[in-house]
């Protein structure tokens, strides 16, 4: 089965930049997606389809996905931008997520 | 306005059932792929089973056999049954709205599953 794997934690100071990274075999070749959830909340999608973002999330989170690589970038960071993050694919009809990144905002 | 209200969380012993209901508004269940996804304390979130608009259905290893998705289009609704409940099957159970096979666009607030003694 298909394995993604996140840090557990990232940290980044108010006002820069947040990277958080989603590895798995040739993720390059699939569709990336990202959720932020909030303690106590429902996950909320940020980015699908690698880059793009829904309606209502901000221009300042971004992603992209390469060879064994996917990154979600937070510029800016925001006390509000503190939550778990979650990447997830979709691989022969199941669909896997990251063991989730818990986004610290100092 | 899109919304997913999921019930029929609660307490049950090991080996016991439940049926999750996750009631629809906004858009129409039979015409989307729906979804379950579970998240146990403190831990990720697991893909759990899925329904698409043709009908199949699919599950994760952890609950084939024991876990069965269907839907109720008169009611727009979409239910899990669960049978032979573990006590590993502790968690917050969300139904998600699917965009084709892709990524989860409209999620529920969640119910939980206590499966103890």
């Known amino acids: 089965s298909y394995e993604l794997t996140q840090p557990l934690s990232v940290s980044v100071a108010l006002g820069q930049t947040a990277r958080i990274t989603c590895g798995g075999n040739n993720i390059g070749s699939k569709n990336v997606h990202w959720y932020q959830q909030k303690p106590g909340q429902a996950p909320v999608l940020v980015i699908y389809?690698?880059?793009n973002r829904p309606s209502g999330i901000p221009e300042r989170f971004s992603g992209s996905n390469s060879g064994n690589t996917a990154t979600l970038t937070i510029s800016r960071a925001q006390a509000g931008d503190e939550a778990d993050y979650y990447c997830q694919v979709w691989d022969s009809s199941t669909w896997v997520f990251g063991g989730g990144t818990k986004l610290t905002v100092l | 306005e899109v919304q997913l209200v999921e019930s029929g969380g609660g307490l049950v012993q090991p080996g016991g059932s439940l049926r999750l209901s996750c009631a629809a508004s906004g858009f129409t269940v039979s015409s989307n792929y729906m979804s379950w996804v579970r998240q146990a304390p403190g831990k990720g979130l697991e893909w759990v089973s899925v329904i698409y608009s043709g009908g199949s259905t699919y599950y994760a290893d952890s609950v084939k056999g024991r876990f069965t998705i269907s839907r109720d289009n008169s009611k727009n609704t979409l239910y899990l049954q669960m049978n032979s409940l573990r006590a590993e099957d502790t968690a917050v159970y969300y139904c998600?709205?699917?965009?084709?096979?892709?990524?989860?666009?409209?999620w529920g607030q969640g119910t939980l599953v206590t499966v103890s003694s």
């Open positions: 389809r690698d880059s």
């Open positions: 998600a709205r699917l965009r084709g096979s892709s990524h989860f666009d409209y």
